[in-house]
């Protein structure tokens, strides 16, 4: 999952129920399976502790360059998963029609 990722951070409050993809992706992308796959990639988080809690969200930086940033508080583990997976994809496209000599 991280192989096309140059950085990930996770902010979440331990008790908000909307946290729940957050911790779930942590979790995820924090595994020594996962880091080993891309140990380049920074895996960060920050656990908001006070009664304000601010929205729950992760940032994601893509090897190239592009930024991303989601609120986590409607969105599963999944549906993250499957926008780190689209844009994978997509990059990965876009290699092999360089490779072959189409650059639109």
Known sequence: MLKHLKR????FHPAD????AARELLAR???????????????DYKV?????????????Q???NEKQKLYTADLTVADIV????QKATEMELR???KEVGYDP
């Open 17 to 20: 129920a909307r946290a729940t």
């Open 48 to 60: 908001v502790e006070t009664a304000q809690v601010p929205r729950c969200f992760v940032e994601l």
């Open 8 to 11: 990930v951070f996770i902010q």
């Open 29 to 43: 992308v924090g595994n020594d399976k996962s880091r080993k796959s891309n140990p380049e990639c920074v895996v």
């Open 82 to 85: 499957r926008i780190i997976e």
């Open 95 to 97: 290699t092999v029609m």
């Open 62 to 64: 893509f090897t190239d």
